[in-house]
C-alpha cells in the first residue's frame, strides 16, 4: 500500500480558481471528523500492505484545530499498519500557520508541509482570492523552519492574465530564497463552474498568450535546475531526498486508499471515488448505504495510465516492464508511434526507459495523447 490520502474538504474562503471540492461552512467540522473514524475503521480491511505515506489534502487541512487531527491520527494509527519512517504532509494555507499551531503541529506525526503559496506577489495574491499577503507568506515559511519542519513545498500558479516575466521571475526568487527543498508549479486553468471561468467567459480578463505561457514554463525549469533542483516531474521539482513520496507513488501506479469526501483510492485493479458532499458522505458512512462509485480498469486503461503517469516523470516508461505487462502488440504499438518522436528529439531511449527531453515536456500533452491506446477497449 502506498500511501493514505484524507480528504479534509473545508475551507475558511474560496479561491477563485479552484474546483477542488470543498465547502465553506466550517459549523460541521467536528460531525465530519467523527464520520471520517468511521470511515477508516470500516475500511481497514482494504489494507495489507504497510503504509509508507500520509497525505492530507483538500480543502483546507490546516483549518483543522489539533484535537481534530489527535483524533484521526489516534484512529489512523490504531487500524493501519502505518510505518515509524511514513512521510506525512499536511497541506496548509501561509495565515493559518501561526507561531501557536505550528509549535503543536510540530508535535503530531505530521513531518512535511505543502504550502499553497500560489504567488509572492500582493497583486496576483488578491486576484486569486488568496487570504494572505506576499510578507505573510514569507513569514509563515520561516516560522515553520524555526519550529523544525524543513521538508517544506511550496504552490506557485504561472500564466495568470496580465502576469509578466519580471514578476513570475521574482516568484521564483523568493521562493528559492526561502530555502524550501521542494516546489510545485502550476500553469493556471480555467476549471469550469469556478469564478475565474466566468470572468473569462464575460470578456472580463484574458489569458496569456502560448508564446508567454512557454516562455515562463522555460523560465521555471531554467531556474529551478541552475539552483539545484531536480525536475521529476512536469509540475515538481525537488533536492535530493525531498521528491514528495506520496506523490510519486501515485505516478508509479503504486496503491493508495482515499478517506473522505470526494476522496479516491486505487487497489491496484480498479479505482473509487466517494461522493462529492458532505451530507451524502456522512449518511453513507453511518447508515451503511453506499457513498461511493468504482470502475475496474481494463488492460487498456492500464497501458494508458502507464503512459500517462510515466511520460510525467524523470523515471519514463520501462520498456521492457511495458512488453511483460501487456504483451507484444502493445509494446510495438507505443515504440512505433513514439519514433517519430525520438527523430525529432522530444523523446528518447535511455537504457530501454523512454522519456521526454526538455523541448518534449513543452509539448507533452500531445506526445502522451499519441502514445496511448485508442483502438477498441480490450485491444
Request: proline share 4%; net charge negative.
Amino acid at each position: 500500500m502506498a500511501g493514505l490520502y484524507i480528504h479534509i474538504p473545508f475551507c475558511k474562503s474560496r479561491c477563485s480558481y479552484c474546483d477542488f471540492f470543498s465547502t465553506t461552512d466550517e459549523t460541521r467540522v467536528d460531525a465530519f471528523i467523527d464520520v471520517l473514524r468511521l470511515e477508516a475503521e470500516s475500511r481497514k480491511g482494504e489494507v495489507d500492505e504497510p503504509v509508507k505515506t500520509v497525505y492530507f489534502g483538500g480543502g483546507t487541512p490546516s483549518r483543522l484545530q489539533v484535537k481534530h487531527l489527535d483524533a484521526i491520527f489516534e484512529t489512523l494509527y490504531r487500524y493501519y499498519p502505518i510505518e515509524p519512517t511514513a512521510e506525512v504532509t499536511l497541506e496548509a494555507n501561509p495565515d493559518d500557520l501561526t507561531e501557536g499551531y505550528l509549535m503543536l503541529l510540530a508535535q503530531q506525526p505530521v513531518n512535511r508541509l505543502s504550502l499553497g503559496v500560489q504567488s509572492f506577489n500582493d497583486q496576483e495574491l488578491r486576484f486569486l482570492s488568496r487570504r494572505h499577503t506576499a510578507q505573510e507568506a514569507t513569514d509563515a515559511v520561516k516560522r515553520a523552519q524555526e519550529q523544525g519542519f524543513h521538508n517544506i513545498s511550496i504552490d506557485l500558479i504561472y500564466g495568470l492574465p496580465g502576469q509578466t516575466e519580471e514578476v513570475w521571475q521574482e516568484n521564483l526568487n523568493r521562493a528559492i530564497g526561502l530555502q524550501v527543498p521542494h516546489l510545485s508549479a502550476y500553469h493556471l486553468i480555467y476549471e469550469e463552474k469556478t469564478p475565474m471561468h466566468t470572468l473569462l467567459q464575460t470578456g472580463k480578463i484574458t489569458p496569456v498568450d502560448e508564446e508567454s505561457s512557454t516562455t515562463m514554463f522555460a523560465m521555471l525549469i531554467d531556474w529551478m535546475t541552475q539552483n539545484d533542483f531536480i525536475h521529476y516531474e512536469v509540475s515538481a521539482f525537488g533536492k535530493e531526498g525531498f521528491f514528495s513520496q506520496h506523490n510519486s507513488a501515485y505516478w508509479r501506479g503504486e496503491k493508495y486508499l482515499g478517506l473522505g469526501p470526494s476522496a479516491h483510492s486505487f487497489d491496484g485493479d480498479s479505482r473509487s471515488w466517494n461522493v462529492a458532499s458532505i451530507t451524502e458522505y456522512i449518511h453513507g458512512v453511518r447508515s451503511g448505504e453506499p457513498y461511493c462509485d468504482r470502475e475496474h480498469l481494463s488492460p487498456t486503461d492500464h497501458y494508458n495510465e502507464l503512459i500517462l503517469t510515466g511520460l510525467r516523470t524523470t523515471w519514463g516508461v520501462n520498456l521492457p516492464e511495458l512488453k511483460y505487462r501487456f504483451g507484444e502488440e502493445l509494446h510495438r504499438y507505443c515504440l512505433k508511434n513514439a519514433q517519430k518522436y525520438i527523430n525529432q528529439k522530444l523523446l528518447v531511449t535511455e537504457k530501454e526507459v523512454l522519456k521526454l527531453t526538455r523541448d518534449g515536456l513543452f509539448i507533452s500533452d500531445g506526445i502522451m495523447s499519441d502514445l496511448m491506446w485508442v483502438g477498441k477497449n480490450n485491444y
